[in-house]
Structures are given as structure tokens and as C-alpha cells.
């Protein structure tokens, strides 16, 4: 045959292609990374008019005027935050319980089929979502669950009169509830898998019940990771826009009522897409975008750093125990 | 200690019915907790299905709507589906090679630092609210230049880029080291082994992070509002204008009052809803596929 190219033993050969495709796919990953500070600048520079024109008195002013031309953040801040809360508080629980019902409880031909299922509800766009809730949810809640709640629980003015249209800030409650249902569930259940089978078995070989082994071996196994998919559900409630707007009513104002109709961040800049002219209401709903790309970052990094750090600990743990 | 406490409660027999009574409770919880996500699902699925069903016909994808239709007039959505397929095909063919690219460069090239940062970085996209993305493109593209196809697919292209990278990523990790190391050893260059022997096998996870972004972005309104949603009734497929879009007509019909644009409405849901289930069953399906063929190949 032909004589063959003898091996060079020392020193790196120089190679064209290995360079290009070092720099191109390098590119890429500078240019994904330079996007979200494109995003942060372009969003930071947009809303330049009405922080230096409002300041930061526009975050907690519950004012929304184009006539006078005076905008605060305010009320969709409070809509924001109650709304949100609301959904995290009613749909932790549920997707723990669901959690440990995938990990402990279904029996194994269940596992697989729910999982799915339960996978699949995350993946309904919001706007379905959206166009349900105020079709066929808001009425079912304003003709049947706002009246229960207000004669059993009317004292507190959390539940005041029903709401006229269905449109109202608890129906919003309940479609981020639905929302974020599914996302706290699946990392839940990821984390439940994660947790040490011969911790569990220990505990149960020592008499506990199922749900004693629950509470002493599962859930400080998985405290750090459930608080960081807890700050991720938080992070899509308080990002959802569509479907928001939708059910939410598009109000401004700032009511204890749950029933009343209200707006958060995320919902008034989606409302608005139509008839923003002037510039200081465009500037105005960059900055509450500002206020929402905050939120986002805050969330998502402590989010990271809190896996980053249960990662390491359960790793040293599970070595030191093969040790 | 919370095996101390274990070993004290256990010790404690004499509350054992209580303990049990309490056991079963939360036993009914975790039932109930799944039986109520399930029949939420059910619920929704079935109110789609069942008032998409009545408005579902060939009208829907053929014919341009027809404004304040309160007669029958034959009236669809196809320049919404329309400029849906054009605006997630661009979305996909701006986001497919780059999330490649950078899955690549973080596993086959970058030092730990970059490689962490740059996982960040794609974390924190991940993260950004899509309405956020919606302005920010509204403030790059829009101010200026108008809304257009290009604008609404390059703010769905910021949404897909990290869902690809993330998923290339986890199937670049799978390829055994073994491969990679036979293929220098034979003297064949990075870039081709890379290229050539590492990716191929990673086809089929990527086919299905490719497939779950698409479903995922094809149902998204809030970054396609302020991008590309100011448009008329006409049929177009040009991406420089703006063109209307699946979502965005559902939720502008479900805000209208006239009970014809919710039947409409409901019968559009209907279809991306039949698009999104579908996509997600075969992705889920590729997956378990692709997954096994790669275990095996250790």
C-alpha cells in the first residue's frame, strides 16, 4: 500500500478545522451570553424617560394615567405579589403531595402514565389556558365557589363580593395555581427520586410510618432543592403575562378583595400592546418590564445558587457515606 | 439527628393508631392531590375539545377571517396558521445552529469557569419572562423599522436558544468518553470527531429538544405582541411585514365580545392544542428511543 504518515510524538499538530470550529462554536456561546446583556441594556436604556422622570417613586405609585400623563407601577406591583404568593401557597402543597404520590405511594404501572400526564399540563400553551379560564372558569367561580367563600369567610375582607364578570384577581390565583402546578411537581419529584433509598429504608426498618419517613428522611433530604423549584414556580407566576390578562379584569387599583379585578406587571404591559403611542407610556411599561427583568434575575440566579450548593452537599454526603 | 428523633418516635408505640391514622390521612392527600392535577387536565382538555370540536372545519385553515361576522359568512384563520409555520420555521432555523454551537463549545471545548458562566448565562434566558423578551425586541427591531415576521421569529428564536442548547448539552454528556478518545487515537482531527463521530449520536436527542422547543414556542403570545400583531385579514407569507399568528388570534378573539370570534376561537385552541399534545408524544417517545440507543452503545 501506500506509505502512511508517520505520527508526529511530540508537539500538537496546527489543524485549521480544529481552530474554526473552536472559534465559531466559541462565538456562539460569547453571543448567547452577550444576549442577556442586550436584553438588559436595551431594556435598562428604553425605560431611561421614566426612571429619569419618575425615579423610583414610580415602583410603589398605584397611578395610571395616559391623560395626565402620570405612571406608577404601584398596583400591578400589589396585583403581582398577591397573586403570585396566592399561587405559590396553594400549589406548593399540591405539588409536594403529587410528588410523593409519584414517588412513594403509586403503584408502578401508575408512575409512568401520571407523570406524563402531569408533565403535559405544563406544556398547554397559556393562551389556551387563558382562554379557558375566562370562558369557562371565571363563570364556574363567580357563580359557585366567590358566593361560598364570601357567606363562610366574608368577615375577612379578603373575601368580599363575588365579582360581577368573572374576571377577577382569584381566577387569576387559579390559573397561575394551575400553571406552576406542574412545575414545582416534576423538580419535586426528581428530588424525592434523589433521596438515598437505604435512608428511607432505615427509617422504615425502625418502625415509622410512611409518612413519619416522609417528614424525618425525605423532606430535610430535599428542603434546599424544594425552596429552589418553589423560587422557580415563583418565577413563572410572576412572569405569565397572557393568560393573566386574560382572566385578571385590567384594572387599576389596589383592593384586599380577592374577588375585585386588579393587573400585574406582566399582565398590563401585554394589555397594552395596542395604543402605547405616546413616549413617556412606552418608556412607562419598559420600566415595569424592568421591574419584571429584575424579579427574573433575582429569582433565577438564588434559584442556581441554591442547587449549585444542595448538589455539592449531597454529593460530599452520598461520597462520604460510600467512604 | 433527625435519626435521633426517628429512633424517639419509634420508640413511642403506645401512639401507633394515631401515627397510623395520620399515615392514612396523608396518604388520601397525595391521592387526591394527583386525582385533582389529572381531572384539571381532563377538564381543560375536554372544554377544548369538546367547543373546539363544533367550529372545527376546512374554513379554519383555508379561508382569511371575515370582520364583525355575525352571519355565516365562511370565515378562518389561515393567515394566522400561515404566519405561525413561517415565523416558527425562522424561529428554529435562527436558533437550531447557534444552540448547537454553544452545547458544542461548552462540552467538547470551554475551561470549567466559561463552561459554568456560560450555563448561567443560558439559565437566566431561560428564566427572562417572555414578555420581557417581547419588548426587548420591540425596543431593538420595532422602534423604527415597524413590526415584521422577522422580528416576532427572532423573539421566539430568545426563547428556544437555551431550551436547545440545555437539551444538546444533556446528550453530548451521555457519548462516551471511549468514543471520543478512539477517534483521536486514530489520528482523526478534533473537528471531525467532533462533528462527524461525537454528534451523529447525539441526532436523536437533539431531534427531540428541537421538537419540545417547537412546541413549546409555537404556542407562545407574549413575545409576539408587540413584534408582529398589528396586521389585517389578508393571506401573506412575507416575514417583513408583520403576520398574524396562531396565539395571538386566539387571544384576540377570546377578548372579543361577539360569541362567533369564541367559536373561533376555541376551534383554533383546538388545533394547537392537537399540534402541541402530538409533538410532545413523539418527542417523548424519540427520547426514551434515542436515549437507549445510546446506553447500549456502552
Redesign the interface.
Known amino acids: 500500500m501506500t506509505e502512511i504518515e508517520a ?1 508526529r510524538l511530540s508537539g500538537r499538530r496546527f ?1 485549521p ?2 481552530l ?3 472559534t ?6 460569547l ?3 452577550a ?2 446583556v ?2 438588559a441594556y ?2 435598562v ?2 425605560s431611561k424617560p421614566a426612571w429619569s422622570a419618575y425615579g423610583l417613586g414610580f415602583v410603589t405609585r398605584a397611578v395610571w394615567d395616559p391623560v395626565k400623563h402620570v405612571y406608577g407601577a404601584g398596583s400591578f406591583l400589589f396585583g403581582t405579589v398577591v397573586t403570585s404568593l396566592a399561587a405559590l401557597a396553594i400549589a406548593t ?3 409536594i ?2 410528588a ?3 414517588t ?3 403503584p408502578r404501572w401508575l408512575r409512568g402514565p ?1 407523570t ?3 408533565e ?2 405544563a ?10 379560564g ?3 372558569l371565571g363563570p364556574v367561580l363567580r357563580d359557585h365557589v366567590e358566593p361560598a367563600l364570601h357567606s363562610a369567610l366574608g368577615f375577612m375582607p379578603l373575601f368580599g363580593p363575588p365579582s360581577t364578570t368573572g374576571s377577577s384577581m382569584f381566577t387569576a390565583i387559579v390559573v397561575l395555581t ?1 400553571m406552576i ?2 412545575i414545582v ?1 416534576s423538580i419535586s419529584r426528581e428530588l424525592f427520586l434523589g433521596v438515598p433509598r437505604d435512608l428511607k429504608e ?2 422504615l426498618a ?9 417528614r ?2 425525605v423532606f ?1 433530604y430535599a428542603r434546599g432543592g424544594i425552596a429552589a423549584a418553589m423560587i ?1 414556580g415563583l ?1 413563572r407566576a ?5 393568560a393573566v390578562t ?1 382572566v385578571i379584569g385590567s384594572t387599576v387599583s389596589v383592593s384586599a378583595n380577592l374577588f375585585s379585578t386588579g393587573d400585574t406587571l ?1 399582565s398590563k ?2 394589555a397594552s ?2 395604543g402605547a403611542e405616546d413616549k413617556a407610556q412606552v418608556s412607562s ?2 420600566y415595569l ?1 424592568l421591574i ?2 429584575v424579579f ?2 433575582v ?3 438564588s434559584a ?1 445558587l441554591i442547587v449549585r450548593r444542595v448538589v455539592r452537599r449531597q454529593g460530599t454526603s452520598t461520597r462520604a457515606g460510600v467512604a | 439527628m ?2 435521633h ?3 424517639k ?2 420508640l413511642r ?1 403506645e401512639g401507633l393508631p394515631r ?2 391514622a ?2 392514612r390521612l ?2 388520601l ?6 386525582a ?3 381531572g ?2 381532563v377538564v ?1 382538555v375536554w ?2 375539545a369538546r ?1 373546539g370540536a363544533g367550529a372545527l372545519n376546512l374554513d379554519l385553515i383555508t379561508k382569511t377571517p371575515v370582520q364583525f361576522n355575525f352571519g355565516n359568512a365562511p370565515s378562518g384563520l389561515s393567515n394566522a396558521f400561515a404566519g405561525t409555520l413561517v415565523i416558527v420555521g425562522l424561529a428554529t432555523a435562527m436558533a437550531l ?2 444552540g448547537i ?2 452545547a ?3 462540552n ?3 475551561r470549567p469557569w ?1 463552561r459554568s ?2 450555563s ?17 425586541v420591540f ?2 427591531f420595532v ?1 423604527g423599522h415597524g413590526q415584521s415576521g422577522y422580528a416576532g421569529a427572532f423573539a421566539l428564536a ?1 426563547l428556544m ?2 431550551l436547545v ?1 440545555r437539551s444538546t448539552l444533556e446528550v453530548l454528556a451521555l457519548v462516551p468518553a471511549s468514543l471520543r478518545e478512539a477517534s483521536l487515537a486514530l ?1 482523526v ?4 470527531t ?2 462527524s463521530i461525537v454528534l451523529p449520536q447525539t441526532l436523536g436527542g437533539i431531534v427531540t429538544g428541537t421538537v419540545l422547543a417547537v ?2 414556542v ?5 413575545p409576539l ?2 413584534t408582529t ?2 396586521v389585517g385579514t389578508q393571506l401573506h407569507w412575507d416575514p417583513h411585514h408583520a403576520l398574524q399568528t396562531v ?1 395571538v388570534a ?2 384576540e378573539l ?2 372579543s365580545a361577539n360569541p362567533a370570534d ?1 367559536a373561533q ?2 376551534a383554533a ?1 383546538l388545533v ?2 392537537l399540534f ?2 402530538c409533538t ?1 408524544l413523539t418527542a ?1 417517545w424519540l427520547a426514551t428511543r434515542s436515549r437507549r440507543k445510546i446506553t447500549t452503545a456502552r
Request: charged residues 10%.
Open positions: 505520527p489543524r478545522g480544529d474554526s470550529l473552536q465559531v462554536a466559541g462565538a456562539a456561546a453571543a448567547a451570553s444576549l442577556v442586550l436584553i436595551t431594556i436604556r428604553d402543597p399540591l405539588a403531595a403529587i410523593l404520590f409519584l412513594e405511594l403509586a401520571v406524563a400526564l402531569v403535559t399540563l406544556a398547554i400553551p397559556s393562551v389556551v389556558i387563558g382562554l379557558w375566562i370562558l369557562v394551575i402546578l406542574p411537581s432505615g427509617a425502625l418502625g415509622t410510618t410512611r409518612w413519619e419517613m416522609v424525618g428522611v430535610p422557580l418565577g410572576v412572569g405569565e403575562a397572557i386574560q406582566a404591559i401585554a400592546y395596542q411599561l419598559v418590564g419584571l427583568l427574573s434575575l429569582m433565577n440566579v442556581q | 433527625s435519626t428523633n426517628l429512633t418516635a419509634a408505640a401515627r397510623r395520620m399515615n396523608m396518604e392527600v397525595a391521592w387526591l392531590a394527583a385533582l392535577a389529572i384539571i387536565l381543560m372544554s377544548v367547543r445552529p447557534v454551537l454553544v458544542i463549545y461548552l467538547e471545548f470551554a466559561i458562566s456560560v448561567l448565562a443560558l439559565d437566566v434566558l431561560n428564566g427572562v419572562p417572555a414578555i420581557v423578551i417581547g419588548i426587548f425596543g431593538l422602534v430568545c436558544l437555551p442548547a489520528g482531527p478534533r473537528w471531525r467532533t462533528l412546541a413549546r409555537a404556542g407562545e403570545t407574549a405582541l408587540f400583531s398589528i396565539p386566539i387571544f377570546s377578548e369564541h376561537a376555541w385552541a394547537l392544542l402541541i399534545l410532545n417523548r
